[in-house]
T-cell receptor
Framework: ETGVTQTPRHLVMGMTNKKSLKCEQH?????MYWYKQSAKKPLELMFV???????ENNSVPSRFSPECPNSSHLFLHLHTLQPEDSALYLC???????????FGDGTRLSIL | EDKVVQSPLSLVVHEGDTVTLNCSYE??????LLWYKQEKKAPTFLFML????IEKKSGRLSSILDKKELFSILNITATQTGDSAVYLC??????????FGTGTSLTVIP
């Protein structure tokens, strides 16, 4: 139990589907992050929220849309994804932005 | 161009061996370097280094940073099978941008 819970664990979707990934942290942290981890590539930071405000958006395509309704929950809304978007999507949180992060187990996403 | 480069990419050792993992980086405004261990899914935090020459130690693991030569090493002594994992190095740049390396995959054989 890492204190950061991600659902679903696995997701298979078609390119025209709309789905959402959910992340919940039980650590009382104020910053939350989305990362993409593809095979043989470094973790890529996608979005950062600090105190529910988006503070970082690393040129992520608009087919990925984050939402942070409160400091404990983070969503990643997906629509019209491409096969190259298949990857492990990791959520993380930290006490404050920039501190060591606690990661969830990730959602393994496969785009057909 | 990769800002964080880890070596070796993979390593296979026997229990009891000592290993050294390397992380070199190139960022404009360095703030900190972090090491994580990723066994199956969630990376878990090991060390955060901000100052050169000060060794951080946790049990059989230790790490040190050289800000002049822009690298860090992670040492594991008396390795055990439970140390088998991918070890990730990340560098934080001022402005809270994080860059990760591709990791070193360590396999410890009984």
């Amino acid at each position: 139990e890492t204190g950061v819970t991600q659902t679903p664990r696995h997701l298979v979707m078609g390119m025209t589907n709309k789905k959402s990934l959910k992340c919940e942290q039980h650590l009382g942290h104020n910053a939350m992050y989305w990362y993409k981890q593809s095979a043989k590539k470094p973790l890529e930071l996608m979005f950062v929220y600090s105190l529910e405000e988006r503070v970082e958006n690393n040129s992520v395509p608009s087919r990925f849309s984050p939402e942070c309704p409160n400091s404990s929950h983070l969503f990643l809304h997906l629509h019209t994804l491409q096969p190259e978007d298949s990857a492990l999507y990791l959520c993380a949180s930290s006490q404050v932005w920039g501190q060591p992060q606690h990661f969830g187990d990730g959602t393994r996403l496969s785009i057909l | 161009e990769d800002k964080v480069v880890q070596s070796p990419l993979s390593l296979v050792v026997h229990e009891g061996d000592t290993v050294t993992l390397n992380c070199s980086y190139e960022v404009t405004n360095f703030r900190s370097l972090l090491w994580y261990k990723q066994e199956k899914k969630a990376p878990t935090f090991l060390f955060m280094l901000t100052s050169s020459g000060i060794e951080k130690k946790s049990g059989r693991l230790s790490s040190i940073l050289d800000k002049k030569e822009l690298f860090s090493i992670l040492n594991i002594t008396a390795t055990q099978t439970g140390d088998s994992a991918v070890y990730l190095c990340a560098v934080e740049e001022t402005g809270n941008q994080f860059y990760f390396g591709t990791g070193t995959s360590l396999t410890v054989i009984p």
